[in-house]
């Protein structure tokens, strides 16, 4: 066997111990203090309870970024939590600890139900018949939508 062979080996057993010790982990917003958020219908008031509660902090490995990416399920367009630029690179492609963020994420931890908007597109909609609104103008949207609809009949 050759020298690179062994040592290719040796960095493939460390890289799989380290992958296992990080997928053993829980997010670290599991371990924060859960906050008491008024109900509320105005979306501002309930993104910054989430960041109130985050205080900078990624939800799944801690870290305090300047600049927080805010993650979202693309199935329902409903806000999940802050994650830093690294672990949102990261969570579409991992099955162990993000897994876990999925299963229980900051909103769901503070039971808020938070439709993401993005500047460029607007509020994202779901993908999936699971759709959870909270915004007012989404039932005036499904409504003007089925107005139209029975127009075109």
């Not at 963020?101 to 808020?112: N, V």
């Not at 500047?119 to 018949?129: I, V």
Request: with cysteine; aromatic share 8%.
């Amino acid at each position: 066997m050759a020298l690179r062979e062994i040592r290719d080996a040796g960095f493939a057993a460390q890289d799989e111990q380290r992958l296992q010790r990080f997928n053993a982990r829980v997010p670290e917003c599991w371990s924060w203090k859960p906050a008491a958020v008024s109900p509320s219908d105005d979306p501002a008031a309930l993104r910054r309870a989430l960041h109130d509660w985050q205080a900078g902090r990624c939800a799944v490995c801690g870290f305090r970024a300047i600049r927080m990416v805010l993650d979202h399920d693309h199935e329902t367009g409903l806000v999940r939590g802050l994650l830093c630029r690294s672990c949102n690179l990261i969570e579409p492609h991992d099955d162990g600890l993000f897994e876990r963020y999925r299963e229980r994420p900051p909103a769901k931890i503070l039971h808020l139900e938070l439709r993401y908007f993005d500047s460029r597109n607007g509020w994202a909609q779901p993908t999936s018949s699971r759709q959870l609104d909270n915004h007012p103008a989404y039932a005036l949207a499904a409504k003007l939508g089925e107005r139209l609809a029975k127009d075109d009949a």
